[in-house]
Structure formats: structure tokens, C-alpha cells
């Protein structure tokens, strides 16, 4: 772990990952609160950095002073909230060290008043002698020989709370994440990664228009549309377009549908085609959502889509089938008041 003044979170995170890990390791980039105090309750392996607007390079260092070979990275706004120790063991001693484990992480975002839980799997756990960091800002697991890596999902779970409101205002992430792209991109303007972290940096800010032009640098160049990070791009590519209102270009997504057989995929495209008055078409697309298990976006294979196919049935002036969508949405309050206005 590496932090700086983290007093705040700190101690919630390590009690969530004490009794799980043999050894915590932390690295200090220059707080100046009880943030050291704090990590000293839990281990004796605090470090000093000297902060040089990279944060790989202080990933690294952590990574150098840990005496185990098999790392899990944590940050200090983030809490274990369930982990299955011996699936864990399990990848760890299968034998097969150029694996990445992938974690999920459910985020806490203020996104407007139907997105608030983001999940998504992310590359956390990895052999010391395989991998290593890179990137001063947005860091990413590579390996050491430079070749394409393997993945495979394990059983942790961790909540993150960096980008509530409350956070981003009180830290001023963005605005320094920003500044570091952009730095990072004098040197690499090349890299589609950094552009969609930019233009990601600019829609949580909701510069809509910024971001999109950021996101549309990323999409002009050769991309693998299999990485995570690419469909994140999409995604928010699209929800960039929808509010700022420039629905007739958010039609251009129709292009992706062939790479993204998911419910969030589908759900965007249904939001799409609502704001383009296909309503037939974004039915079809809400319904589709409904058929997975699974989204990062909670609410999106059930109540969410069912709510909006309501909206529609409502906006065509089929009452009747518009209540029995929004019934199938159980509590959700948008809904609940929608019953409420057709009953009256």
C-alpha cells in the first residue's frame, strides 16, 4: 500500500486485511497527519518516499521491500469486504506464477440519482518476480518480459470509496490526476490508456464535452476491444454523449454492439435509442439486460431496465403496461411514485 494522508481510511482498510495477509507493507509519499501513526499500529514495514510525480515508481518501491513473493495491492480508501482465504491459497500454490489475479471492486460513485455502485475486476494480486508496475499516474500491472499476461478471477471482494463527492471535494483527486495525465502525456501522447484515464478524470469532474473529446482521441487509435479499460471507454464515451445531449452521435455505439454481448453494454445502447425516440429498439435492448446475472452497474439486469421499458410504455401512452413494468421494479422509489401518478 502506499498513501499520504490517508487518517481518515487508513485504519478501516488494514483491520479489513490484517487477519488475512502474513505481512502489511506501507509506504508513506509525504503525509503529514496521523497517517504513519495509524499504519504503525499494524506493522512495523512503514517506508518513507520521496515523491517524484510517479506513482509506479512508488508502487515499486513498496513491492521491493515486502520479503514474500505473492503481493496484494490495497489502497488506504479501500476495505476488504469478503475473501476466501483457501481459493487464495489455491492460486497461489497451483504453480502457474505468470497468473494475475483479478479482485472485484464495487465503487461508490456519484454518477446521479440511478448510479451509484460501479463494479469491476481489477488486477491486484501477482508474483513479485513476474510483474511489476508502470505508468507515473494510473499505474498498471505489466510483466517484466514485456508479453501479453494471463488473468484469472479470485475471490476477494473489496469495497472503494475514493470517488464519493464527499472524497473527490476533499482531496481535490481530479484535479491532480489532470495535471499528471496531461504531464504524462507530453512524453507518451500515444498511449490511448492515458486518454481515456483523462478523459475519465473530466466526466467524474462532469465536463462532459471535454471528455468526450479526450475519449475520442483514445477510440482513433488501433484498439483491443477485449481489455477492460476499452469497454470502460465505451461506456463512458456513450453516457458522455447522452448528457451533453448529442443523442444522433451516441448512435455511432451501434458499431460496438458486435464486441459487447453485456448487460451494460446493452443498457447504454437502450438509453441511446430512448433519447433517439427508437423506442422499439431500446425496449428490445432494456429486455436483453434482464437475460445476465451480472452488471457493474447494480440495478441495470432488473429494476433499472424495467423502469425505463416503463417510462417508454408511459411516454406511448400504454398505461396499463407501463405499471406492470414498474411493478417489476419492487422498492425502487422512482418507480413506486410513477405507480402513484397513474393510479390518481
Not at 458486435?258 to 441511446?272: E, I, P, R, S
Given at each position: 500500500m502506499i498513501v499520504k494522508n490517508e487518517q481518515d481510511n487508513l485504519k478501516k482498510s488494514l483491520i479489513s486485511a490484517v487477519n488475512i495477509v502474513d505481512e502489511i507493507v506501507i509506504v508513506d509519499t509525504g503525509s503529514q497527519d496521523q497517517t504513519k501513526k495509524i499504519a504503525l499500529e499494524f506493522t512495523d514495514k512503514v517506508y518513507d518516499f520521496k515523491w517524484c510525480k510517479d506513482f509506479g515508481k512508488a508502487r515499486n518501491f513498496s513491492i521491493s521491500k515486502a520479503t514474500n513473493d505473492w503481493i496484494l495491492i490495497?489502497?488506504?480508501?479501500?476495505?476488504?469486504?469478503?475473501?476466501?482465504?483457501?481459493?487464495?491459497?489455491?492460486?497461489?500454490?497451483?504453480?502457474?506464477?505468470k497468473l494475475v489475479g483479478r479482485i472485484i471492486r464495487k465503487s461508490i460513485m456519484?454518477?446521479?440519482?440511478?448510479?451509484?455502485?460501479?463494479?469491476?475486476?481489477?488486477?491486484?494480486?501477482?508474483?513479485?518476480?513476474?510483474?511489476?508496475?508502470?505508468?507515473?499516474?494510473?499505474?498498471?500491472?505489466?510483466?517484466?518480459?514485456?508479453?501479453?499476461?494471463?488473468?484469472?478471477?479470485?475471490?476477494?471482494?473489496?469495497?472503494?470509496?475514493?470517488?464519493?463527492?464527499?472524497?473527490?471535494?476533499?482531496?481535490?483527486?481530479?484535479?491532480r490526476n489532470i495535471k499528471l495525465l496531461n504531464e504524462a502525456l507530453t512524453i507518451n501522447s500515444k498511449d490511448p490508456y492515458l486518454r481515456y484515464q483523462l478523459g475519465k478524470s473530466y466526466y467524474l469532474l462532469k465536463d462532459y464535452n471535454t471528455a468526450i473529446i479526450n475519449f475520442e482521441k483514445a477510440m482513433s487509435?488501433?484498439?483491443?476491444?477485449?481489455?477492460?479499460?476499452?469497454?470502460?471507454?465505451?461506456?463512458?464515451?456513450?453516457?458522455?454523449?447522452?448528457?451533453?445531449?448529442?443523442?444522433?452521435?451516441?448512435?455511432?455505439?451501434?458499431?460496438?454492439?458486435?464486441?459487447?454481448?453485456?448487460?451494460?453494454?446493452?443498457?447504454?445502447?437502450?438509453?441511446?435509442?430512448?433519447?433517439?425516440?427508437?423506442?422499439?429498439?431500446?425496449?428490445e435492448s432494456f429486455l436483453k439486460c434482464s437475460k445476465f446475472k451480472n452488471s457493474k452497474v447494480q440495478g441495470i439486469t432488473s429494476y433499472l431496465s424495467f423502469y425505463n421499458i416503463g417510462v417508454i410504455f408511459d411516454v406511448l401512452d400504454f398505461r396499463e403496461k407501463a405499471v406492470e413494468y414498474y411493478r417489476m421494479c419492487g422498492n425502487y422509489e422512482m418507480a413506486i411514485e410513477r405507480i402513484k401518478c397513474q393510479l390518481n
Open positions: 490495497l489502497d488506504a480508501d479501500e476495505e476488504i469486504k469478503f475473501c476466501d482465504r483457501e481459493s487464495i491459497r489455491n492460486f497461489i500454490t497451483e504453480g502457474n506464477n456519484d454518477l446521479g440519482p440511478d448510479i451509484k455502485e460501479y463494479s469491476e475486476c481489477i488486477n491486484r494480486l501477482f508474483h513479485r518476480k513476474y510483474f511489476f508496475y508502470e505508468g507515473t499516474i494510473h499505474e498498471q500491472v505489466v510483466n517484466i518480459d514485456g508479453i501479453p499476461f494471463e488473468t484469472k478471477n479470485v475471490d476477494i471482494n473489496i469495497d472503494h470509496l475514493g470517488y464519493t463527492k464527499e472524497a473527490l471535494n476533499k482531496t481535490n483527486k481530479l484535479l487509435f488501433d484498439l483491443n476491444y477485449k481489455l477492460e479499460y476499452v469497454s470502460n471507454l465505451m461506456e463512458s464515451y456513450g453516457y458522455s454523449l447522452i448528457n451533453s445531449e448529442r443523442y444522433v452521435e451516441a448512435l455511432n455505439l451501434e458499431n460496438y454492439i458486435k464486441y459487447y454481448d453485456n448487460a451494460d453494454f446493452y443498457f447504454l445502447m437502450g438509453l441511446v435509442y430512448m433519447n433517439n425516440a427508437k423506442f422499439t429498439l431500446a425496449v
